[in-house]
Structures are given as C-alpha cells and as structure tokens.
C-alpha cells in the first residue's frame, strides 16, 4: 500500500504539491446514504485556510471545494469520493534561490536524499498544503461519526509560546458552542484572556521575524468502549501515528501522558464505577483508551507542535552543488505559528482514525440506506 494512503476501511488518499494546480484526495469506504452538504466540507476548509488572519500566512486561498464523485443530491454513493481544491494564489519566486540550499528544520535535504530529486516549489508534497486533503476527508469522516454513533471532535489551542490556556472540564464542554464561536479567536484557543495574549506574542516574535510553536488538546465525546484492535493496530497507537504524520507535530500524549512517569500506579490508574448501567471510570488518567481499546470515556490527547521552521531571520546552510556553507535567509508567505490552523487538521486525523475503526469494528454500519 502507498504511504499516500491512510486507513484499511476508511481510506483516503491525499494528492497534490503546494505550488501545483491543485490538491485533493479520494475517501473510499464511506458508508452509502450518508448526508454531506459542500458547505459542511467548505466550513472544515475554512478553519485550515490561509490567509484567513494576520497570525497565519499572508498566501491568500480561497480552497473552494468541488466534489467530482461520489456524491449524488447531497448523499454518498458508497463508492469513491473524489474532492479536488485548486491552488489559486501560488508565487514560487522566493523558493528558486533556495533549491539547493536546503531550508533548516524542512523536509528539503532528507526528501533530496531519499529520492535524488524534488518539487522546490514551496517544499512540494512536504508541505502543510498537502493536509488540505485531510480536512476535506475528516469533514465526511466527522459526518460519519456524528451520524452513526453521535460522536464528536473537540479540538483547540491549548498552548502557544509558553502561554497556557486554562484547563477545560471535558464534562462540562457544550458541543452546541461549536457553532455560536468556540474558534471566534484566531489563536482558536478556549481561554479568551490567554488567547489575547498568544495573539500578541504571535504578532511580536512575526515581528522579530522568528516563530513560535505549542499545544493542540483534542477530546472526543461520546465514544463508544471497543474501538481499537490489539497489538499493533491500538487505538492509541493508530491516532499516534495519525497525528505524527501531521507537518510539524513533534510528540503526542494520551490522558496525563508523561506525567505518568513521575507518579505511582495507585495515583494513575483509573477506577472503575457504574454510572447507570454503563461501566464508567472515576477518573480519566488513561484519555479514554485501555490496553489500545477505548473503554467508553472521553479520548483526551494533546498534540505538540514545533516553531514554523520558515523564518526570515539569517541562518545557515549549505549549498549542495558547492558542498560550501552558505547563509540562509527564507523570504515568502510563512505563518509565525502554525498551532492555530493545525486544530482543524488534527481534528481530521483523529476523526478519520475513529471511522476507520468504527467500520473495522462494526459499529458503523456498511451502508445506512
């Protein structure tokens, strides 16, 4: 199977560079009957687009969305779903100096290496273009969760530059917020006063022409226990991978997650209680997932992500047909933090993994006509 393609029921396949005509994918596995509005795909689009802030990109795309298969008055047709974004406002100018200079904390020397050959144009398929893809097909697999098992993806800022928002009580988060402003920010943070302050050190480090990174928290309600299969294919460890293969992201941690490490069993472990006739944990140290199987609580994980590596400050390189050093300075469209516009890609993987498994486990049904 290509590295292209992700997933074994619920598969897709992403396609695309930066600074080509256009990127897509094609969702195969969906479910036939199930309801997708393009305006549902447009909204997901939305959040990830750029431009769409003066913390993001300068690079203006409008990522209108056509669907080209698959989808037939407003319904899936249980057979591939092809979506294609066109690439309207490319300018690669500022990257054909750098093509044999390799960018600091790119892609560009290790892709060169691999393959002996690449698309300098913006970092090619390396680059987080490449993820418009992934919010275009988590936004049918969110449709899919919310429809079948009444799921929900929570996903939001939960770090930036040092700066914390406050915890959330996962209880008490209102799935109804989600559209009455719970992203109204543009750092898409929960915590209004933090978000005024990771605004304000985003626009001061863009300033000094340097970046910053940070935290994205995901949690997922209403998740059914006995998603995940044992061994290789955990739940935990399918998501890991899934968010690990996001540009950017460095470290993924499910429940207390490292903090584990300096604590004993007896303070970790999660008991067990009846809530009803349901079997419900006191406590959720584990983020919803056991032995790689959820057990019914919320999946909590948080994602980190590392300082945008394109940034105008004067660093050092070398020059690849020269084999001599040479200085670095990247000019072009860049975000100062990448954290914000990550919430909506995170949010994708992590719902394209649980459709995934609710069709391997059966608790998505093959068709829902």
């Known amino acids: 199977m290509s590295s292209n393609t992700f997933g074994k029921e619920f598969c897709v396949i992403t396609w695309g560079e930066s600074h080509g005509p256009a990127v897509g994918c094609v969702v195969d596995g969906c479910p036939a009957g199930l309801e997708i509005a393009l305006k549902d795909i447009q909204k997901d689009l939305d959040r990830r687009r750029p431009g769409a802030s003066d913390v993001s990109t300068p690079r203006k795309e409008k990522d209108a969305v056509k669907i080209l298969s698959g989808i037939f008055e407003n319904k899936t047709l249980g057979t591939p779903i092809s979506l294609l974004i066109e690439n309207k406002n490319v300018d690669s100018s500022a990257y054909k100096p750098l093509k044999d200079k390799p960018r600091p904390g790119h892609a560009d020397y290790t892709w060169q290496a691999k393959f002996g050959f690449r698309d300098w144009r913006g970092g090619g398929r390396a680059s987080a273009r490449e993820t418009v893809g992934r919010v275009a097909a988590g936004s049918i697999a969110k449709s899919l ?77 209403n998740v059914p226990a006995g998603l995940g299969e044992p061994v290789f294919d955990k739940l935990s460890a399918n998501l890991a991978k899934a968010v690990m293969s996001i540009p950017a992201v460095k470290g993924v941690e499910f429940g207390l997650g490292f903090e584990t490490a300096r604590m004993r069993g007896s303070e970790v472990n999660d008991e067990f209680v009846m809530s009803g006739k349901k079997v419900k944990t006191r406590t959720n140290n584990a983020g919803g997932i056991n032995g790689g199987i959820s057990n019914g609580m919320p999946i909590v994980l948080r994602v980190a992500i590392k300082p945008t590596s394109s940034i105008s400050k004067k660093q050092e390189t070398v020059d690849l047909k020269t084999g001599k050093k040479a200085d670095l300075k990247i000019e072009g469209r860049h975000d100062p933090c990448v954290v914000p516009r990550a919430v909506p890609i995170i949010e994708a993987m992590v719902s394209l993994v649980l459709a995934d498994h609710g069709l391997r486990s059966g608790l998505i049904p093959r068709s829902l006509i």
Not at 172 to 191: F, H, M, Q, T, W
Not at 206 to 213: A, F, I, R
Request: some cysteine; charged content about 35%.
């Open 145 to 221: 969760l919310s429809e079948t098992l009444e799921t929900r993806v929570l996903t939001y800022s939960k770090e930036i530059g040092g700066i914390k928002a406050k915890d959330v009580d996962v209880d008490e988060l209102d799935i109804c917020k989600v559209k009455d402003g719970l992203y109204s920010n543009p750092v898409r943070a929960l915590d209004k006063k933090a978000a005024n302050e990771m605004e304000k050190k985003i626009k001061s480090v863009k300033s000094e022409g340097d970046s910053l990174g940070g935290i994205v928290e995901c949690v997922v309600l």
